[in-house]
């Protein structure tokens, strides 16, 4: 079955620890979202990518980095300089063609401060 | 940017009955999207109106949109416990990358 793969499910980051989430589809699509969710709170965009080599920053880019060398992968790193990196994290995709398409999400990664 | 919010935050009914929830928003948009959560997990797509469309129909599920008053409702029919979950709406904004801005939700649980 197609869809998006996010790993790790859970994941602890240190004082002064870069970590990295990783993003996997295998729909074909071309864009690929960064989304953060803060408890009671909606998703606020971090990054996103329509096409291999090519990103742009959200409203929230600052602390984060990404990559998307491959289509299917587009992994997020949280660097140290993102102070409160404690939040549910989920990737998304869509066709990113033709206009404001359904996106589909995986189920996410938790990061929690050591 | 957060565009849409829904009303009400959370909302509590009995199985079989109906759930109604708002979404409004600010500018105007190509077209407005409600997603389902449950708890832990990732978002999933449930319907999609365009903004020439006034209501839509997906099973127990019908949108309605009225752009003149950028707002927004979905109402689940004849709910079940397995409809518990919170509710999002999306829209399209003056993003590029077609990314959507969301809301913060509406957390509906259904008892038995």
């Known amino acids: 079955d197609g869809g998006i793969t996010q790993s790790p499910k859970y994941l602890f980051r240190k004082e002064g620890q870069n970590v990295t989430l990783s993003c996997e589809q295998n729909l074909n699509h071309d864009a690929m979202y960064w989304y953060r969710q803060d408890p009671g709170q909606g998703l606020r965009l971090i990054y996103y990518s329509q096409i291999v080599n090519d990103f742009q920053k959200g409203d929230i880019a600052e602390g984060y980095s990404v990559s998307r060398e491959k289509k299917e992968s587009f992994p997020l790193t949280v660097t140290s300089a993102q102070k409160n990196p404690t939040a549910f994290y989920l990737c998304?995709?869509?066709?990113?063609?033709?206009?404001?398409?359904?996106?589909?999400f995986g189920d996410g990664t938790r990061l929690s401060i050591l | 940017s957060q565009q849409g919010e829904e009303d009400p935050q959370a909302l509590s009914i009995q199985e079989g009955e109906n759930a109604t929830m708002n979404c409004s928003y600010k500018t105007s948009i190509n077209n407005l999207q409600w997603y389902r959560q449950n708890s832990g997990r990732g978002l999933v797509h449930l319907i999609l109106?365009?903004?020439?469309?006034r209501e839509k129909h997906s099973g127990r599920l019908r949108v309605t949109l009225d752009t003149s008053k950028k707002s927004s409702s979905l109402l689940i029919t004849a709910s079940r416990a397995a409809d518990t979950a919170s509710y999002f709406c999306?829209?399209?904004?003056?993003?590029?990358?077609?990314?959507?801005?969301f809301g913060k939700g509406t957390s509906l649980l259904v008892t038995p």
């Open positions: 999306a829209t399209d904004g003056s993003n590029s990358g077609y990314a959507l801005n």
């Open positions: 109106i365009r903004s020439n469309e």
């Open positions: 998304a995709s869509n066709t990113g063609t033709g206009g404001y398409q359904p996106q589909h």
